[in-house]
């Protein structure tokens, strides 16, 4: 099937014919008027004919850009087209784009595509523009933007986790603590989960690494392990590379 950008192309210009066409009949009307306003009745017969067949070129022209819009929006967004439409003219926009186990990394953003309200979410908004080139620009505008991220209101939050855990472990600071026990305290709530994936969790934790802030605010140095095999917290990079988080250890002052 045609790429949805081709066929937006081709109604984008049907659209312009159309326009066109209107304004021939705004035209065209706008003289019967001013021949009945003078009472010029030569005038007024010329005038009414010309804008009959101007709206009937409009009528023929907008049923033309009716009937070109033949494109299968169930089929193409049922499957992996719109998807790879969209990462493609992503990559040739320059966005640093990358795509792994459905997730799709834009660095800082996750991206989610929902085929069944034809939107797709960027962390969690809404966005209605699906043309790939008008979505790809949004993309590299955004990810042109400085990094909004409150890393040290994130740290204290994974460090009261660590604190919980600790606790009911009757252990002492400077245990590593897996970061999925972390996540699974800060998702307690019930749907907590679905409102803040494990995916966003790893991409916070990536940004809070990259923020140069290395202690709490009472001081607490943290530290983060590497799992020693693949597994663990897994994301990818702006760069496109790989990498896993397992887990975290908070060191007294």
């Known amino acids: 099937m045609s790429s949805l950008e081709q066929s937006l192309v ?17 035209s065209s009307i706008k003289k019967f008027r001013d021949a009945a306003k003078k009472g010029n009745l030569r005038e007024l017969h010329k005038t ?21 819009w033949d494109f299968d929006e169930e089929t193409y967004f049922s499957g992996m087209a719109f998807h790879d439409e969209m990462l493609e003219a992503a990559r040739q926009a320059g966005v640093k784009i990358f795509e792994q ?6 660095y800082p953003f996750l991206i989610r595509v929902r085929p069944q309200d034809q939107t797709v979410l960027i962390n969690k908004l809404k966005e209605r523009r699906l043309r790939p080139s008008v979505l ?3 993309l590299k505008e955004l990810q042109n933007r400085p990094v ?29 603590k897996k970061l999925m ?28 690494e990259k923020s ?14 590497p799992p020693s095999r693949a597994k663990g917290l897994r994301l990818i990079t702006e760069e496109g590379m790989e990498r896993y988080y397992y887990t975290i250890s908070f060191e007294r002052p």
Not at 185 to 193: F, V
């Open 136 to 138: 790809a620009g949004h």
């Open 148 to 176: 909004r991220f409150k890393s040290e209101t994130f740290l204290e939050s994974i460090f009261t986790a660590y604190k919980n855990l600790l606790a009911h472990q009757s252990e002492a600071f400077g245990k590593p």
């Open 48 to 68: 009414l004919d010309a804008a009959e067949q101007a709206i009937a070129a409009l009528r023929q022209q907008f049923s033309n850009a009716q009937a070109g």
């Open 101 to 106: 186990h459905g997730i799709i990394y834009c």
């Open 10 to 26: 081709r109604t984008e210009a049907d659209a312009e014919a159309t326009l066109k066409a209107a304004t021939t009949v705004v």
């Open 212 to 225: 140069g802030v290395t202690a709490t605010r009472k001081g607490f140095v943290w530290r983060l392990f």
């Open 181 to 208: 026990d972390i996540y699974e305290l800060l998702t307690l709530l019930p749907g907590q989960s679905k409102e803040y994936s494990q995916e966003e969790f790893a991409r916070d934790i990536y940004l809070l």
